[in-house]
């Protein structure tokens, strides 16, 4: 388990990633960059970020399976209330 100086870090990391990834012009390219920095985030058991980037993929196919491995981990977890509501939370169409 990471001590609390390594979850910081790994944090302030994901944010600067974020930051980054939203510089990239290309849609679909940006939904990869993004939809890696979720799986990082939820991986490492921050859904909170995971799920409200996620959500700022303007990509459909890239924020569907964001999201769709959001669920998956949760699930795994034993957290299906949240898996819940995170999968009724998906939209298609535009971010926003």
Do not use: C, P
């Not at 980054?20 to 985030?41: H, Y």
């Amino acid at each position: 388990m990471a001590d609390s100086g390594d979850t910081a870090d790994a944090e302030r990391l994901a944010v600067e990633a974020e930051i980054l990834a939203l510089t990239i012009t290309d849609d679909q390219q940006q939904g990869v960059t993004l939809t890696g920095i979720v799986e990082t985030l939820h991986t490492a058991g921050n859904t909170t970020n995971a799920e409200r980037i996620a959500h700022t993929i303007t990509d459909d196919y890239q924020r569907t399976a964001a999201i769709i491995g959001i669920v998956k981990t949760l699930t795994a977890n034993g957290n299906t209330t949240d898996a819940e509501r995170i999968a009724n939370s998906m939209r298609f169409g535009s971010a926003g």
